[in-house]
């Protein structure tokens, strides 16, 4: 409980630092290998250089995430948690350490790809001005029913791999709803960071959101 | 630290408990949606009524997993830790309470599949005698790599939806070397839980472990 409060002060002192950069912060969670680093790669190379972006990935091990993301040209930085024994989210003391890094007054965009993980992202603040979940079709439609915090607490989310429909049992519309059950006002976007297919308004979402604030 | 240090002493309390009773405790862990739900229920059908069998399932919210673990005939209990504020894992004084809730004396085999998380549930010993770890192909083949603890622990692994490989780029061989890396002598099985394929060798050395116990 001690550590939740703390983390809720420090994240709204970063807030502010935030605030002060003019750098729009988005949060992004899921379950391992949903495909936030897939969705990523793909949503920076097609707001890159208009928005000007850096990026902080938390995996507990490899920079393996990093060093796909490095590829689009944004600036990366990875956090691995094993060397403080392993913690399954991201805190805010560590976004601020490690955002400082960053050359924020040449920032618009800061992403934090969080630790693969439905449950802990979820009760920590990180300064973010929005959150996006990923859920992957190959996940179950009661994923948002069986993780309600970490859907209520999302600003958007994203339905991913939609190209494996074919081949699942999964339904679209329920899975959906599910989300709308437990968080009614947030627009969900149907893609795949593979095939590419689906970007366009999930694009334009978070270009409103950013230049809203920036 | 204090946590899992309680947690430890009460979980080989309850490993002698289950010696005692002469019931075998399998820890089935993964990634939220891998599959342990259904490769569970595709197991139960295949092992009862030979290897009498409870099953305690845990999840946030919901009883959808115990309802249809149910289906099997199998004694179930769900357990939900929303009540408890959410917790990532099942720990040992809940298995125990829970466990005894069974007539245990009737009981072969007390199978628990533990909170769809690769982090968390991997710290914290719940009195088994074996761990099995399920991944998907499609969470990517660097899974066991970026979460190894999960992997490190396990005494097997489980390779689920092999049906959807066709349409993937997912590389099994890799997979499996990289959970050889962080776990070199486990082995590895290859099935699809859905259109139930690959489940012999699964079975057998599941009921090979059972017997060499009760
Ligand atoms: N078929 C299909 N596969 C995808 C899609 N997006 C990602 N994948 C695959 O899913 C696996 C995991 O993708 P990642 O992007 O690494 O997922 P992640 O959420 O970043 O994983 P972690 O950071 O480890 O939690 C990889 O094998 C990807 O190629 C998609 O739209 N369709
Ligand atoms: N194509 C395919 N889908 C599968 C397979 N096994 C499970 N699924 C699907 O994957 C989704 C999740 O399966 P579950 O059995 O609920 O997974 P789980 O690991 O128990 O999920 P949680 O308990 O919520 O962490 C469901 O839509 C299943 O139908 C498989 O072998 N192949
Ligand atoms: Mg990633
Ligand atoms: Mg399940």
Redesign the pocket.
């Known amino acids: 409980k001690r550590v939740l409060e703390a983390n809720e002060n420090e994240s709204e002192r970063l807030k502010k630092f935030f605030k002060e950069k003019n750098v729009f912060v988005l949060n992004v969670m ?10 990523l790669v793909k949503t920076l190379n097609r707001i890159m250089p208009k928005i000007r972006t850096a990026v902080i990935v938390g ?1 507990i091990c490899t920079t393996n ?1 990093a060093d796909r993301l490095q590829s689009t040209g944004a600036d990366v930085t990875q956090i691995n948690t094993d060397k403080f024994g392993g913690d399954c989210h991201l805190a805010a003391h560590l976004i601020e350490s490690t955002a400082k890094e960053f050359d924020l007054e040449r920032i618009d965009l800061l992403i934090v ?1 969080n ?2 993980n439905l449950v802990c992202p979820a009760e920590f603040d990180i300064g973010e001005d929005a959150r996006t979940v ?1 859920l ?1 079709v190959t996940e179950g439609e009661d994923k948002p029913l069986k993780y309600p915090l970490m859907f209520r607490l999302a600003h958007s989310a994203i339905l ?5 429909l074919p081949y699942l049992e999964f339904d679209v519309d329920e899975a959906e709803n599910n989300i709308k059950e437990v968080n009614p006002n947030i627009p969900v976007f149907r ?5 590419e297919q689906g970007f366009d308004p999930w694009i334009e979402w978070l270009e409103k959101m950013v230049f809203s604030k920036i």
């Open positions: 899921s379950s391992p290998g949903s495909g936030k680093t897939e969705t995996d995430d790809e630790i693969g990923v992957s991913n791999k939609i190209d494996l893609i795949s960071a593979t095939k």
